[in-house]
């Protein structure tokens, strides 16, 4: 059966307004699924609580920056060398934007206590001597390790209701090929009820199924695979493209306060198909390209 | 820009850092590095090029281990970094930090940086209504495990080393040598931090940090006035040796992207 849908489609069958957990893919200025977060945007669905990977970005940060997120679960929003995500920032400054403060063991091991119906995670000691645990208590606790008698750190499992993740390649029944690094996408894709996969490429199964240990993410998982070439943009596809550094710096010198802030949201997403932003990034896209696509290990042939 | 010269040299301070940095590194380490490291990543190529041939350096966030890649890039996730001898998985390399006995160097920092080495990346002020809320923590909370932590900041003034941290979001000696050994942790605590303008290391009885060296042309009352606490400061203070022509020209060979210059 195949999953493919438009992106307006798969948002609106699958993203419904006031959703509790979503989690967005990709990590630092890599891989964020951008074709979903900004069609999210433009249906105007709100999000109770957003997860991020262990460093969010753009992701998080223009969802943010379209009033979309009620709270957010995060270890670091931010646009590393380049800066501070202003959104994210002055949202908790202001408090306007609730966070539960995480840290990337949490969110890692969460997500895996999700995928396997774990009950909770025993974290390694530790985060009781940082602040965190004492911020976040819904998602940090502690209890005696019947083992040793020991007072141990134990995170809640992370069950997101909606993952929206992008990977290099899939088939129309989402089995899928994540180029580079995985970051925690296919445990967000392990641990979550519907998942939604923006491609750089849709092909054929037959092509698929010559690096079957390639292809890490298997359809059954996946709810809608949307072909969406250039959606990572202004962040990297790994295998396909790279950031957009000057575009970054363009979106933090317009964020700088609120109204900028809707400003980009109007000019470069709520007031555009994702064609027609494509359109416009097309010649700098080009530009970033990859001179040839990731490699994958393919089957041997068969003997005699 | 704050170039450093003498008659023979001439470097920038970051460049200093990364030399610095890995000249603490040994050839049995493996090291791991998390966000915006290009100057830890340029501190492990060094030293596996100098003298630490067999050191190991996990590139967090993509994960690839021993990167190979001239020129350095920026970013700790770039798809360029698997140009590498192997990768783990993300979520190998947390578990793996987990253990305590097989990563042994992290390279931390933080928006403030406490006496006893205590980081934060969290909130300036209070955690509620913070002045500034910082980018988040990420896998600082690692470094109570690992065996050596290396701290590095471009930023050496009183805002950021202040006595106590606002938020812990990274454990160096958590309150001092009581807390310290209280805890039990399996880590072995800082042991260096490197800025722009000197190195500090930390008195093993007090646990506080103490200068060691001022890089070429700082003065150690330039050091006192900006850092925000009382720093043990011993009768004679070393200059922090110039890298060798060798180390330079490792370094710009690596770096031709200029990630280190003028810095």
Known sequence: MSKVLSLPEAVDRFVPDGVGLVTV????????????????????????????????????????????????????????????????????????????????????????????????VALPKGIEFTDIPKVNRENYSFTTDPFTGEEVPVGAPLKPDVALLHAYQADAQGNAVVAGAHFVDRYMALASKTVLLQVEQLVSTEEISKHPQGTTIPGFLVHAVIEAPGGCYPTASHGAYEFDHQAIVEYLGMAKDDDGAQGYVSQFVTDLSEHEYLEKAAERLEKLRYGSGPLAVALPDRKG | MTVISDSSLTFSRSELMAVELSKRLRNDDVTVMGTASAIPQIACRLAQLTHAPDLFSIAGGTCSVNPHLAPVVPSCGDYDLLRADTSLSLNDVVLLEGRADVLTVFFAGGLQIDAYGNCNLVAVGDYSHPALRGPGTVGLPFLSRVGRILIYTQSHNARTFVEHVDFLSGPGFLQGPSSWQAAGLPGGGPQLVVTPLCTMGFDPDTLRMRLETVHPGVEVDQVRAATGFELIIPSSIPVTPEPTTEQLSILRKLDTNGLLKGK
């Open chain 1, 25 to 120: 893919g990709g990590m630092h200025l890599h891989n964020n699924p951008m074709a979903l977060v900004r069609e999210v945007i433009r249906q105007n669905r709100r999000i109770k609580r957003l997860l991020t990977s262990p460093c969010g970005a753009l992701n998080a940060e223009l969802l943010i920056a379209a009033g979309l997120i009620d709270e957010i679960a995060t270890s670091y929003v931010g646009f590393e060398h380049i800066g501070l995500a202003p959104c994210f920032r002055r949202g908790i400054e202001s408090g306007s934007l609730k966070i539960l403060e995480c840290d990337e063991a949490y969110i890692t091991h969460g997500l895996y206590a999700g995928a396997g119906g774990l009950p909770f």
